[in-house]
């Protein structure tokens, strides 16, 4: 088991830990190390058993406000994945119906007499200014 020194708080400390677990050993000591420099800026040297205590309960304070805010996006996930599924199991909306008015056949005669008098002014004009 091998033997690690960290610090924390200006401190040395020995600690052992399960081989190949040193790097999670160092992680969780520079956290630890870095409440604890919070608190020695703010209070000063303090006993170290008080120092770490408080340094433990500042990153227990963090834990826990990081495990609210996953439990609240976890809940948000599932909410979207009941939803995803419901749309998924809906299966796909009925086409609806649309109906295009027809126009009548008087109107197509009605056009196609005033084009052919537009056609026929145009002619004239072009005639008499020509």
Sequence with gaps: ?????ISI????FSVACQEGEEHYLHTAAKMLDDEAQVLSDQVGRMPEAR???MAGLMLADKTASFEDKVAEVQAQLEEREAELE????MGAPE??????????????E?????AARAEALAADVEEKAG
């Design 1 to 5: 088991m091998p033997e690690v020194t």
């Design 9 to 12: 708080g200006g401190r040395q």
């Design 51 to 53: 120092m770490l205590l």
């Design 86 to 89: 419901g749309l998924r199991t």
């Design 95 to 108: 086409p609806e119906r649309i109906e295009v008015p027809v126009v009548p056949r008087a109107v197509h």
């Design 110 to 114: 009605t056009l196609a007499e005033l």
